[in-house]
């Protein structure tokens, strides 16, 4: 019953809103469909446990099992992390340069990716924000314009329907606006944290590589 209750002052309120309710619910259809599919691609697609990934890579390396390694890649699916360790580990044989310029190249095709429509949700807070402003001045011109041309009786009505509608553009507005940006904070932060541990555990293969060529050389020598 109280969930009825709601939905139906909801109802009435964005009907109160005036036209700019539209446009508002028009972005805020926007932003959920993004941040659905963001959340989908980067905490799961694109997402997987750096420090135990880099755990299973290292233990195939140091084993001087480099196609086990790629093995543990494959497993990980579209994993951005995966892609890029994967490109380093089918150098592994080449020089340093070669293995580096490797995990660079997979790293930069991985970070339009990763930032792909976010700038969008930044964009639809503030138009959102701007969206319910509109409202709320179009509702108060409506409002004084009413009350000019209404006879006594009915003035009060009007300027209630007035400050009504633009108040409630305001605060759809606001809260499309502040579910947007809390949004975008989080995506943004995850796409940041996964091109982090690209950087990290980059540099953490190049040092795997590194050793595994001394103990291979050092044991030819032997």
Same mark, same amino acid.
């Given at each position: 019953?109280?969930?009825?209750? +709601? ?11 005036? &036209?700019?309710?539209?446009? %508002? ?8 469909? %993004?941040?659905?599919?963001? +959340?989908? =691609?980067?905490? +799961? ?16 390396? #140091? ?15 579209? *994993?951005? #992390? ?6 380093? #580990? ?19 095709? !991985?970070? &339009? ?38 006879? &006594? ?5 009007? #300027? ?5 509608? *633009? !108040? ?9 606006? %502040? +579910? ?9 932060? =995850? ?14 293969? !190049?040092?795997?590589?590194?050793? =595994? ?10």
């Amino acid at each position: 019953m109280e969930t009825y209750n +709601f939905l139906e002052n909801l109802s009435k309120a964005f009907q109160t809103g005036g &036209p700019w309710m539209v446009a %508002i619910a028009v972005s805020m259809t926007f932003a959920v469909a %993004i941040s659905l599919e963001r +959340f989908a =691609r980067l905490f +799961f697609r694109y997402s997987v446990d750096g420090a135990s990934f880099m755990f299973e890579v290292q233990k195939y390396v #140091l084993a001087n099992d480099v196609d086990g390694a790629i093995r543990v890649c494959n497993g990980a699916g579209d *994993a951005a #992390l995966a892609k890029v360790i994967k490109a380093g #580990l089918q150098r592994a044989s080449r020089s340093q340069d070669q293995i580096q310029n490797a995990l660079d190249s997979v790293s930069l095709e !991985m970070i &339009p990716k990763l930032e792909k429509r976010l700038p969008y949700l930044a964009l639809i807070a503030n138009i959102a924000t701007l969206l319910g402003l509109l409202g709320t001045i179009t509702g108060l011109i409506r409002s004084f314009d009413a009350i000019a041309l209404a006879d &006594p009786a009915q003035r009060q009505a009007v #300027l209630s329907s007035g400050i009504a509608e *633009a !108040m409630n553009a305001t605060a759809f507005g606001l809260i499309t606006a %502040i +579910f947007t940006m809390v949004v975008h904070s989080i995506l943004t932060n =995850r796409a940041t944290r996964i091109l982090g541990e690209i950087d990290e555990f980059g540099v953490k293969l !190049m040092d795997l590589l590194s050793a =595994r060529k001394y103990k291979h050389s050092s044991e030819k020598g032997d």
